[in-house]
């Protein structure tokens, strides 16, 4: 079903924000606090982001990074609604 006009299917912008986010995650040319908060806002799409959390977990050799995505996405696979702060 086609919507009003302007709406780039809301799916694709989150899905396109979510790919932004993962890949400043990943990108190992960035700050540290940049690759952080990237993958904090990853939370503000809860369960859809599981998939970017996952792999970041998986890729990054950062050890912080990697906690930081186990955690997140740790707790969503528990239910947990989270807030942008560990």
Do not use: W
């Amino acid at each position: 079903s086609l919507k009003g006009g302007d709406d780039m299917c809301q799916d694709d912008k989150e899905r396109t924000a979510r790919e932004v986010l993962r890949t400043i995650a990943l990108d190992d040319a960035r700050l540290l606090a940049e690759r952080q908060r990237a993958i904090d806002a990853l939370t503000l799409f809860h369960a859809d982001a599981l998939p970017d959390l996952l792999e970041i977990e998986k890729r990054v050799a950062n050890g912080v990074l990697k906690e930081r995505s186990r955690i997140y996405s740790d707790r969503i696979k528990q239910g947990a609604l989270i807030s942008m702060t560990l």
